[in-house]
């Protein structure tokens, strides 16, 4: 949505049902499949992450890595995806290879001006699919000196895709997959799947299927000889798989990365564009890094945005290839934290802000709002008792009392009875709940609830009754709990 000086965007949304996903999807191999079955096409394959995600690749020459262009792209900013990542054929808890960082890419020439075209992030377009290959170059090996080689063709009709020959989806999938399997290789059975032609280089099927992280992982066909090479990239889809085959053009992407990984010349001729990272881009551009404190809203699951973007961003990600100016940071709402508010950011020519966003417990917004410190300690210690009221300041807290106003503390008031019924009431806080305990001898494990309310919406008096009193007597407390 474009906004401009002194005018109200008003665009419309179109929310569609979704497609109904068919095929097969790819299964958890285990590490010992992954690392010693030589008969399957798992050896060079691995995961590729950058901050804005993870995808999949697979080693072709012995300092590249194939991918597809959307996974080095980011088409959102129509720029570099910043902080790529190797992780050779890694397996989350059992092996985690050393992460490596590619030296730059080469993707097709007309890509980017495809994907600015499509004005479409995030959903590719036939025409851009067509172009949707990378080649990540290194300068040490990227397959432990070894690669998978692959099969090409550049026939309309892909002697290898609409083969019978059986084949393979494999790679690193992370939507819609139990987390324990997050950074676990996964592939699909060996069959064969019917590949139909789609538009240009790319072909497309039912009989598999995977999700995103996938992307970028290849597609493998067993060959006559009975080894498995890949074939094609995948791509993505919902109601069919798309991938886009090896062809000549694809090959000279590799050759190109081979010669820029082992110390050659960068030739950025022959409709091929190159890409090395030099850290912020240069130009007009700047980035803003966010750091997110504490661990336990980070383990919670928090994360930042700059509005109004889709996806959040873990802590210590950057977000590169912005235009100078303010921009709003939004966050995540995570449990056991207070909502956090939004802040401005502001992004300078050439430079990097680093911005650093401390989550609030509620108890700490509780001491900040009171007396100007998140910390536990001096007047806001939780022991201490600021206003003398003879309730500590922790105390005050659960009962959502004021701790600087002696006056307002949590007390049972307007003690009733008649016939069997007792009464008493308190000053009710939003938030609390208010328990009615009852016991005949006052001994540690005697109490029993009666009566309950809360939580509370606002504040209000709350009245507590017992409707069944003991015939002689009885001793009586509140008992309040907060947020």
């Known amino acids: 949505v474009v906004i401009s000086d002194g005018q109200t965007a008003a665009p419309t949304i179109t929310y569609f049902l979704p497609d109904t996903t068919t095929g097969t999807p790819p299964q958890p191999l285990s590490f010992a499949s992954v690392s010693a079955d030589a008969t399957k096409p798992y050896a060079y394959v691995g995961q590729i992450r950058s901050n804005a995600g993870s995808s999949s690749g697979f080693v072709v020459k012995a300092r590249v890595v194939a991918t597809a262009a959307h996974v080095v792209w980011d088409d959102g900013t129509l720029s570099t995806a910043q902080g790529l990542q190797w992780l050779h054929q890694g397996h989350?808890?059992?092996?985690?290879?050393?992460?490596?960082?590619?030296?730059?890419?080469?993707i097709f020439d007309g890509y980017a001006s495809q994907r600015q075209a499509d004005a479409s992030p995030g959903n590719s377009t036939p025409q851009s699919q067509n172009l949707d290959v990378a080649a990540l170059y290194f300068n040490e090996s990227a397959g432990r000196d070894g690669f998978s080689g692959f099969l090409a063709s550049d026939l309309p009709q892909n002697e290898h895709l609409l083969s019978s020959a059986a084949k393979m989806l494999i790679g690193y999938p992370v939507d819609g997959i139990a987390p324990v399997f997050h950074g676990v290789m996964h592939a699909t059975l060996a069959a064969d799947v019917s590949f139909t032609v789609g538009y240009g280089r790319t072909f497309t099927t039912t009989g598999i299927r995977s999700s995103g992280g996938n992307s970028g992982g290849p597609l493998c066909v067993q060959h006559t000889n009975g080894s498995w090479y890949p074939a094609a990239i995948y791509l993505?889809?919902?109601?069919?798989?798309?991938?886009?085959?090896?062809?000549?053009?694809?090959?000279?992407?590799f050759n190109r990365a081979e010669i820029?990984?082992?110390?050659?010349?960068?030739?950025t001729g022959g409709g091929i564009t190159h890409t090395s990272y030099t850290g912020i881009p240069s130009g007009s551009a700047g980035a803003v890094k966010v750091i997110i404190e504490p661990a336990g809203a980070r383990n919670a699951g928090a994360g930042w945005r700059l509005a109004p973007e889709g996806t959040f961003r873990q802590s210590n990600a950057t977000k590169s290839a912005l235009s100078p100016g303010s921009y709003i940071l939004e966050f995540i709402t995570v449990n056991g934290f207070d909502a956090p508010a939004t802040q401005n950011v502001t992004v300078t020519t050439g430079q990097l802000n680093t911005v650093t966003f401390t989550y609030a417990s509620p108890q700490e917004s509780w001491r900040q709002s009171f007396f100007g410190t998140t910390t536990n300690t001096g007047n806001a210690a939780d022991a201490f008792d600021f206003d003398k009221d003879g309730f500590t300041n922790a105390q005050e807290y659960a009962a959502g009392t004021n701790p600087t106003a002696a006056g307002d503390y949590f007390k049972a008031e307007n003690a009733t009875r008649s016939a069997n019924t007792f009464s008493v009431s308190t000053a009710g806080k939003a938030g609390r709940t208010y328990v009615l305990e009852r016991s005949t001898t006052m001994a540690l494990n005697s109490w029993t609830t009666v009566a309950s309310q809360g939580p509370l919406g606002s504040d209000a008096t709350v009245t507590l009754s017992d409707t069944a009193t003991p015939g002689d007597a009885a001793f009586y407390r509140i008992r309040v709990t907060g947020p």
């Open 92 to 106: 989350a808890g059992q092996h985690e290879p050393r992460r490596i960082t590619p030296r730059g890419y080469y």
């Open 236 to 253: 993505g889809g919902n109601n069919q798989t798309v991938v886009r085959a090896i062809d000549s053009d694809v090959i000279q992407l």
């Open 260 to 267: 820029s990984g082992n110390g050659g010349s960068n030739n």
